[in-house]
């Protein structure tokens, strides 16, 4: 089954065959439902597989694994594979496209080559999330870019083309980055490969080095994930595209910023983390401080939603920086929530503009009364945007500032508080806009003919009224998924042969660089929990007397004796003494409070 990830890129290439040879609208739209229906199945079926597997006890880093050399002079391969974040990231795409499909159902013109350009963007999309080959991520990162410059320059609204380009040049600007981070982590760590998963077992980076290149990729990703101040292409870009390509960027293709921030930035270069997590600290709070306090002050919907998303997706960063278990956490359900919830609000933005030809608050008004449904829509969209319980948002954004105020450092906090503040501004200007364009007097005659939604765009609004709501009142089950990405990296379920040394510390080196990231150098007075048996090999676990709330993976080293270690699994303290261990920490996810270790004897 090692193919079956390739389906995501398989689908869409077969789905831009069958659209250049449809010869009318109906055909163009029997392709797309057709088409997204597959993709949405197939999430929806990978879901379900990666959480039999791990419910089964498959603990593997990555699923569904496959690779295949394309240019051998640079070691680079098509190589795929799914953790919890990726399979997550893969749903969120499938829902988007798919609802995009129905909230595109009647636009014009050109609606055949509009989306051609569609499918070709949720390729790189759905790429990039398979994708654990830097290059070949990067590839596909960039195929989800170039058709924005298209969308919006052809079918958008307003400033169309400057919006555009602007999107585009900076967008670019951050793949420089990118391209000098990736190649710059692929020759100073010595690697033959840039698989992802190799180059984090293989952790031969220097410091130095880590800290020149870590701001380059955090960066480049950060530009798209709206990082300030590299921002200033986001509002632009949201309000100038058309309603699909709104919900998929804003949805998906900013998601892509934030993935890769985790995925490579703090995972190939931990120890940079450390150094530069401050500065960035800063940034971030300012995008989601400054994001709120800029939408209080727009008149545009689009506007308001572009920066409620800056805000948003800064808080996503925001929370990766804070590097705690929870926070961490906490960014992954964002992005998942902020995809559905503003894919949400830009379909009825759209929506309503397409219909009283206006998008600015001084003008609407009355709303609810001609169009109740598009009108109850979008005041779930705007109570789920500020964090109502029994929305998606809130359960994210608890968690973020939870996770976040877990750090006992003073400037932590600080910035957390801070932070915080953009609930309170949210929810100011998203029930000014509610009350305004819908509830008060209806400003124009003309309103009063205005159709309520359509069936395909019942529909689309449903299925993501839906998605909102589930995972605000259900929110453990993807809390579960993202839980597997984490224990996958520091699994306590590692085996070691005492019998073959070579082999022992092989396999151990192998484990502790592949899943161990966010790296913080101490030393600690362990104590020994248990020693296990099976089939003749050793397994040796420690617990941890005290917690470290910083940084969920630690890889310490101290000095043991053999007469120390205890045969009955009765607790003993190991001090410093004759013999090096390799100690993994890993704390686990969402209110669990004890560290396990694994422990390798270094001859």
Known sequence: MSWILTVFVIIPVLMLFALWVAKN?????????AGSTALLIGAIWLTVYFVQQRNAGNHDAMLLTNSVMWFK???????VGVDGISVVMILLSAIIVFTGTFASWQLEPMKKEYFLWFVLLSSGVFGFFISTDMFTMFMFYEVALIPMYLLIGVWGTGPKEYSAMKLTLMLMGGSALLVLGILGIYYFSGATTMDVMELARMHAMPKNIQNIFFPLVFIGFGVLGALFPFH??????????PTAVSMLHAGVLMKLGGYGCLRIAMFLMPDALEMWAPVFLVLTTISVVYGALSACVQTDLKYINAYSSVSHCGMVLF?????????ITGAILQMLSHGLMTALFFACIGMIYHRAGTRDVRYLGGLMKVIPFLAVSYVVAGLANLGLPGFSGFVAEMTIFVGSFENAGTFHRVATIIACTAIVITAVYILRVVGKILFQKIPNKKFYELHDATWDERFAIGCLIFCVAGLGLCPLFFENMELSF??????????????NKSTHREDCLHYINSRCCFIHTTEQTLCAHRIKTHEGVQKQEYRSQRIEPLAFFSLCRCKVSNEQNNQDGNETCLRNHHKEITIIHFASLLKITQIWYICEDVI
């Open 25 to 33: 609208d109906n055909q163009v739209r029997g392709v797309m439902v």
């Open 73 to 79: 002079p640079l070691n680079i391969a098509f190589s």
């Open 319 to 327: 929370a990766l920086v804070m590097t705690t278990q929870t926070a």
């Open 486 to 499: 984490f224990t996958t990296l520091c699994s306590p379920n590692t085996t070691l042969n005492n019998n």
């Open 232 to 241: 200033t292409w986001s509002p632009d870009g949201h309000a100038s595209a």
